[in-house]
C-alpha cells in the first residue's frame, strides 16, 4: 500500500473505516456510573478488649516475669519456657502500660537469649515500676462483681 505524501520524505496517515473491524480508541466513552460500596466497611477492633480485669491480669504476669520485649524490634513475647519465647497475644494491653509508665525494661544485665521459633535472640524482661506495683495492690483490692 503506498502513503499519500505532502511533502517529499514526509507521509500522511489515511484512515480506513472498515465495519468488520474493531477500533482500539473508541469514538464515544461508555457512560460513567457512580461507584457504590456493596458493603459496609468493617471497623477494626482490638483483638482483647482492654478491659480492667485484662489489665491486672497481664500486670500479674509481668510481675510473675512472664513477658519480654525482643531488643532488636521491640516486639512484646510472652516467655513460654525460661528459653522459649512466642508472640504474646496481649501486645496491645501490655504496650498501653509501657506507655503508661506501670511496665518498663529490666537493665541490660538482666538480658537473656531465648528462642523466638528457631532463631535465638536477646529478650529484655519487662517488670513492674513503683506505679504498677501500686495499681495491681489496688486492683487486687477490688473485689469481683
Known amino acids: 500500500m503506498a502513503y499519500p505524501t505532502t511533502a517529499p520524505g514526509q507521509a500522511v496517515m489515511v484512515h480506513h473505516t472498515d465495519p468488520d473491524q474493531f477500533s482500539l480508541i473508541d ?59 512466642r508472640h504474646a497475644h496481649d501486645e496491645e494491653i501490655v504496650a498501653g502500660l509501657i506507655r503508661q509508665r506501670y511496665v518498663e525494661r529490666c537493665p541490660a544485665r538482666d538480658t537473656i537469649t531465648a528462642h523466638h521459633g528457631a532463631i535465638r535472640r536477646p529478650v529484655s524482661p519487662l517488670r513492674l515500676t513503683k506505679e504498677g506495683r501500686a495499681l495491681l495492690t489496688r486492683w487486687s483490692a477490688l473485689a469481683d462483681y
Not at 37 to 53: N, S
Not at 57 to 79: K, N, P
Request: no cysteine; aromatic share 6%.
Open 27 to 85: 469514538s464515544q466513552p461508555p457512560p460513567t456510573t457512580e461507584a457504590t460500596r456493596t458493603t459496609p466497611r468493617r471497623r477494626r477492633k482490638p483483638r482483647h478488649a482492654a478491659t480492667p480485669a485484662a489489665a491486672q491480669e497481664v500486670l500479674t504476669e509481668v510481675q510473675e516475669g512472664r513477658y519480654g520485649a525482643l531488643d532488636d524490634t521491640d516486639r512484646i513475647v510472652w516467655f513460654t519456657d525460661p528459653e522459649r519465647v
